[in-house]
């Protein structure tokens, strides 16, 4: 087996989303919450079992997010108003880098992720 000696297209796709993203240090997660951010878990039911839930946090499993969050969609959650702070939280903060790029690009300007996911915040605790 041959070791890459450049970094995969999904490490490079995931530099350039993350560049230039506002993203939430886990010690910070309290503040934006107490400012208005709405924190949503994307985390899988087994996940959220086996490692407990984010207090305050809505939880919208990953095949769901952009239906539920994207302005213009029947579907979208009333907590989903326009121009509030979306914090998008997975287990260690790579999909959520991800869903957040993704619900950029639907409209919603101020999503952002939590760095380390929720792994790195109860590591805090």
């Avoid at 208005?36 to 997010?65: C, M, Q, W």
């Amino acid at each position: 087996m041959t070791v890459p000696t450049e970094p995969s297209r999904i490490d490079r796709f995931l530099h350039d989303v993350r560049r230039g993203a506002a993203r939430i240090e886990p010690a910070e997660l309290a503040a934006a919450m107490a400012d208005g951010a709405l924190v949503v878990d994307i985390r899988p039911e087994s996940d959220r079992r086996a490692d407990g839930d984010l207090p305050g946090a809505l939880v919208i499993e990953r095949i769901h997010l952009e239906w539920r969050l994207d302005p213009t969609s029947p579907d979208r959650i009333e907590e989903a108003s326009p121009g509030r702070r979306v914090v998008v939280v997975c287990n260690e903060g790579y999909s959520s880098s991800l869903a957040a790029r993704t619900l950029r690009d639907l409209g919603v300007h101020r999503a952002t992720d939590l760095v380390g996911g929720y792994r790195a915040w109860r590591a805090l605790r």
